[in-house]
């Protein structure tokens, strides 16, 4: 069973509206991917439903469970800010490099 333009328009909708809950570094497009795969995931489990509504609600079902794991995964897992290296090493010698590095780690 391929995905009718009903179930594309709600993935869409539903990932356009949740987004602002997944962490920062995960893309839409990403999110719209992983709905896919949840489709394909559904239809290739369930080959015994034949109405196209009982296939909707389990998808729904296993997307909304999707983004509410990235979700909570999110408020678990703190985002830590990297600094960039990159000015550091034009900016000072390899000696206050290694000292900085070191008051991060103390």
């Known amino acids: 069973m391929e995905m009718d333009v009903g179930t594309i328009g709600w993935l869409h909708r539903y990932a356009r509206r949740h987004f602002w809950r ?5 893309d839409y497009d990403d999110l719209i991917q992983d709905g896919y795969l ?5 239809t290739q489990r369930y080959t015994d439903v034949t109405e196209r509504k009982h296939m909707m609600r389990l998808f729904q079902i296993c997307f909304v469970n999707h983004v509410n794991n990235l979700s909570n995964w999110k408020t678990k897992t703190p985002e830590v800010a ?3 290296i990159s000015l550091l090493i034009d900016q000072s010698s390899g000696n206050e490099l290694r000292i900085y590095f070191l008051d991060i780690l103390i």
């Not at 949840?38 to 559904?42: A, T």
């Open 38 to 42: 949840n489709w394909l995931r559904i």
């Open 22 to 26: 997944l962490p920062s570094w995960y």
């Open 82 to 84: 990297v600094p960039d």
